[in-house]
Nanobody
Framework: QVQLVESGGGLVQPGGSLRLSCAAS????????IGWFRQAPGKEREVVSC????????YVSDSVKGRFTIFRDNVTNTVHLQMNSLNPEDTAVYYC????????????????????WGQGTEVTVSS
């Protein structure tokens, strides 16, 4: 059973930072690629970033490149999404999800490959 639990969302001012966390079992992180997605009100869910269990391959979407970083903490079995220089366009519900290990590459990932999803954590960027 794959279980993913997100945390770390909240209200932040423009220019601020947040770190989202996706907690899972060691077995899950050793096998699955983990992706972060977001869904803003009235919009489709979009890919933000992913990290593979193979060779630590990572992908970050152009919309957040240079501001967001994905990394894995093998001590706490958590995948984090560090979000800096936040702006109001980053306001959304953020989800982490798990897919087979080869579905995250440096060129991208696809939402349809992800079989397991967390419950989401809300991020609001506003002054």
């Amino acid at each position: 059973q794959v279980q993913l639990v997100e945390s770390g969302g909240g209200l932040v001012q423009p220019g601020g930072s947040l770190r989202l966390s996706c907690a899972a079992s060691k077995a899950t992180l050793d096998y699955y690629a983990i992706g972060w997605f977001r869904q803003a009100p009235g919009k489709e869910r979009e890919v933000v970033s992913c990290i593979s269990s193979r060779h630590d391959t990572r992908y970050v979407s152009d919309s957040v490149k240079g501001r967001f970083t994905i990394f894995r903490d093998n001590v706490t079995n958590t995948v984090h999404l560090q979000m800096n220089s936040l702006n109001p366009e980053d306001t959304a519900v953020y989800y982490c999800a798990a897919a087979g290990p080869y579905y995250c590459s440096s060129r991208g990932t696809r939402r349809r490959e992800y079989d397991y999803w967390g419950q989401g954590t809300e991020v609001t960027v506003s002054s």
